[in-house]
């Protein structure tokens, strides 16, 4: 029975613990081959199970990628090391959109195209307000119920906390594990608020905004500046009652578009409409992908714009880490407080206040 | 004959110098009445000169903030320190623009209007790359020549050189400064390229985005997002021969405008036209900066907003020190390029890159 024991019970005493684990449902073929119980995996074994698309250490690479334990960090960084040249041969797509467009099913509807088109589509998700909204995963993974049972797809819920900067830091170190397995797509999906579209755009190739059919009012959900980094826009939900509403939504954004300097040089955002329930006006949405990806490989924009997203990561990278370490300061956290206080009722200019920190945290 | 010599001419060698200087136009009344000399201004001199609005002290004043000598920084603290009650009174209008838009015609005009309404204007610029446009300075100056000879008008051109962060620090103490002298409408114009628009909007009350008539493919000189963080549009040059495709330009806008999130919440942003060389439609820009002040400071979005942006000035302040003296470190400058050259072609992961160069900044 110790076969059926769950993975929490103690090995030794055998026979005095009696739970047992019932057998789950029977995943799709390929994940079912291996079983890889809790047992430590080598560098070797997580570098060839990535390559041959194995699952299961698929999975188990990512929950490495996402530990904040040195020990699994550094492990993690070996494996990527070794993946690096399988890296940067899928298209990487951002997606994002106020609540309500329907993000899961627009993402569920194009995945389940692009799989039956032959692509293997990974799903991964940015939530740096991960915290408030843990909720969403589960939905997230329960919404995209079709797509997940397929076999060329891959869904993974967004990683847990942190700061935006670690977030982003996972997110990306997934998207190159996923590219090492052979996906040819990676749909980025944003959740949460705050930065997040800057971010994921300064991740991917293409990024898509969501949208619903309406005169404007419901964009209280988007922040400022999100429709100059989209590349496309799609109108959902144009069905039924919505259809004539959707069109002239699309109407109208393809006017304002003209107006606004485009996301990628040299490339005119357009807005389209789909129903992502109905399946219709995926293949439309692919094709402007498509001629967008041809493009930016042409033009050689998109080479030039991932080594600058390379540079730019780097430099976050080290800029959090630098500034962290000062906003982490105690002495400089309650100094900071006050000083701020004495700013903003205008005892002390904010130039004095800036060099009173520094000459505590330097030691001038 | 002294006193007719150059400024630069030696004070002993009194008839061996031969230069003389012509007595220039006589200045309008205010400014003739007091000449300094080269002599340093005392700190009270300095206070008292800016709170009743002496021209020449004024100069003096904004010249020390730009200084980046120690001892200038220093007695310039001091002095806006003693000037904190007289500020905050103003009204501040950042105001941006493609190439060609005509920004400075259309500030002196805006200048000249509220100067004949009876307010105070002053007029600053902001500039990050003003190495490479430093012609641009003398130019402004020539193009407001109507609007330099009002007597409640201060022209002054843009602090030259220094980071974005530097140049923002100096418009931001003029701004102070100003107010202290009683100005009631800043104007700061951005010139140059780069991050200046998203500086200048951090920094003012309400924020104008001039344009050009046309169907918006002169909108290359706009950066992606600047349509998005203006409280107005005004389309200039609506007369004659592109009065009608002004106003082509101004529905499009707004009805671009109803589809994007507003800069200042609560706030519908729109589209005006006018024409800045006739003096047309200046006044119901006007109108429309006096009812959006009307709002913010009803709605307390007006305090609220320079709390966020005072709070922000001291955060960025802080972060470009901090990250200047990374960057500036010699060690660390070259192992960083050679670092991102590998990660470019792929020896080493991004991660490990930066804690390479955390290891060596830190020295853990």
């Known amino acids: 029975m110790k076969k059926n024991k769950p993975e929490?019970?103690?090995?030794?005493?055998?026979?005095?613990?009696?739970?047992t684990?019932?057998?789950?449902?029977?995943?799709?073929?390929n994940m079912s081959k291996k079983i890889h119980k809790r047992k430590e995996l080598s560098l070797q074994q997580y570098v060839?199970?990535?390559?041959?698309?194995?699952?299961?250490?698929?999975?188990k690479a990512i929950t490495l990628i996402e530990s904040n334990n040195p020990n699994h960090i550094s492990l993690a960084q070996e494996i990527l090391q070794?993946?690096?040249?399988?890296?940067?041969?899928?298209?990487?797509?951002?997606?994002?959109g106020p609540p309500g467009a329907g993000k899961s099913t627009f993402i569920e509807s194009l995945g389940l195209f692009l799989c039956r088109n032959g692509l293997k589509v990974a799903v991964l998700a940015i939530d740096p307000s991960s915290t408030v909204s843990k909720g969403s995963i589960l939905g997230d993974k329960t919404r995209m119920e079709l797509l997940s049972r397929?076999?060329?797809?891959?869904?993974?819920?967004?990683?847990?906390?942190?700061?935006?900067?670690?977030?982003?830091?996972?997110?990306?170190?997934?998207?190159?594990?996923?590219?090492?397995?052979?996906y040819d797509v990676i749909l980025i999906e944003t959740i949460g608020v705050g930065q997040s579209e800057v971010t994921v755009r300064s991740m991917v190739d293409f990024f898509l905004l969501l949208l619903l059919p309406g005169s404007g009012d419901e964009l209280q959900g988007i922040k400022k500046g999100v429709v100059e980094l989209a590349d496309l826009i799609?109108?959902?939900?144009?069905?039924?009652?919505?259809?004539?509403?959707?069109?002239?939504?699309?109407?109208?954004?393809?006017?304002?578009?003209?107006?606004?300097?485009?996301?990628?040089?040299?490339?005119s955002t357009k807005a389209l409409t789909c129903s992502a329930l109905n399946h219709q006006g995926i293949e439309a949405v692919w094709s402007a992908i498509n001629e967008f990806m041809i493009f930016v490989k042409e033009s050689n924009i998109l080479q030039k714009r991932r080594s600058e997203q390379m540079l730019f990561w780097i430099?976050?990278?080290?800029e959090e880490s630098i500034l962290l370490k000062f906003y982490s300061n105690e002495s400089?956290?309650?100094?900071?407080?006050?000083?701020?206080?004495?700013?903003?009722?205008?005892?002390?200019?904010?130039?004095?206040a800036v060099k009173k920190l520094l000459n505590t945290y330097f030691g001038e």
């Open 21 to 29: 684990v019932m057998e789950g449902v029977s995943k799709p073929q």
């Open 150 to 182: 397929e076999e060329n797809a891959f869904i993974r819920p967004s990683p847990s906390g942190g700061t935006l900067g670690g977030v982003a830091k996972k997110t990306r170190e997934s998207i190159m594990v996923c590219e090492a397995a052979g």
């Open 48 to 59: 060839d199970g990535i390559i041959s698309c194995d699952y299961v250490v698929l999975s």
């Open 8 to 19: 929490w019970a103690p090995e030794e005493q055998d026979d005095k613990f009696t739970s």
């Open 234 to 267: 799609v109108v959902n939900k144009a069905d039924s009652n919505y259809l004539e509403r959707a069109k002239i939504t699309q109407v109208s954004y393809n006017s304002a578009l003209r107006l606004l300097a485009p996301a990628t040089e040299g490339w």
């Open 332 to 352: 400089i956290q309650q100094q900071k407080k006050n000083l701020e206080s004495e700013v903003l009722v205008g005892r002390i200019t904010a130039t004095n």
């Open 315 to 318: 430099n976050s990278m080290l």
């Open 82 to 96: 070794k993946i690096i040249p399988n890296t940067g041969n899928s298209i990487r797509i951002g997606i994002t």
